[in-house]
């Protein structure tokens, strides 16, 4: 079955860096565009980051755009996410998700269960 | 583009029809394959939303048919036909025209009267 598995949250003082994982199982990771949505604490769903099926496109929130950056090892199945420069406001539950049409980048079926990423001095 | 859900919350007794609004600031049809490109997504608490609806009208594998999406170009609907206790939850739509940015709406919380 899918599954999508985050980790590397924790506490980080602010302008500090920190680097997600999301270790995805069950499909053919290099044919699906992965995903990465954050909700801070008791807030809505924001998009942050998204990377196409074979790498060719990345694409950023403003809010994220030039301190945040995504990627893929297609080999370990794996999806990152490099955040730098951090600040309070990044605080929240970062999610991975997998597209559900192989190729094309159009709605997110499959979710990791997210990993706390708090941003505090 | 902006995405603008209403109500904010909603109280429904068990058995009655829910129904949810969303609205982009932009059209997400496309009229090279006749499609809008708008998802809706459920949420409970402690969990990860999980797709309900996707092309706007189109039911996720799985879905109870209680679940309906309607709309075009700009405005959209989630309906919920009878609504069961375990639809408490907050709903979101989401746009996915063209490339990402992909916005969601600030979500809708559903509640039982």
């Known amino acids: 079955q899918v599954q999508l598995v985050e980790s590397g949250g924790g506490v980080v003082q602010p302008g500090r860096s920190l680097r997600l994982s999301c270790a995805a199982s069950?499909?053919?990771?290099?044919?699906?565009?992965i995903h990465w949505v954050r909700q801070a604490p008791g807030k809505g769903l924001e998009w942050v980051a998204a990377i196409a099926y074979d790498g060719s496109e990345r694409y950023y929130a403003d809010s994220v755009k030039g301190r945040f950056t995504i990627s893929r090892d297609d080999s370990k199945n794996t999806l990152y996410l490099q955040m730098n420069n951090l600040r309070p406001e990044d605080t929240a539950v970062y999610y991975c998700a997998k597209d559900k049409l192989e190729t094309s980048g159009y709605f997110q079926d499959y979710w990791g269960r997210g990993t706390l990423v708090t941003v505090s001095s | 583009i902006v995405v603008t859900q209403s109500p904010v919350t909603l109280a429904v007794s068990l058995g009655e029809r829910a129904t949810i609004n969303c609205k982009s600031s932009q059209s997400v049809f496309s009229s090279s394959n006749n499609r809008n490109y708008l998802g809706w997504y459920q949420q409970k608490p402690g969990q990860p939303p999980k797709l309900l609806i996707y092309?706007?009208?189109t039911r996720e594998s799985g879905v109870p048919d209680r679940f309906s999406g309607s709309g075009s170009g700009t405005d959209f609907t989630l309906t919920i036909s009878s609504l069961q206790a375990e639809d408490v939850a907050v709903y979101y739509c989401?746009?996915?025209?063209?490339?990402?940015?992909?916005?969601f709406g600030q979500g809708t919380k559903l509640e039982l009267k």
């Open positions: 069950g499909f053919t990771f290099s044919s699906y565009g």
């Open positions: 989401q746009q996915n025209y063209n490339t990402p940015p992909y916005s």
């Open positions: 092309w706007a009208s």
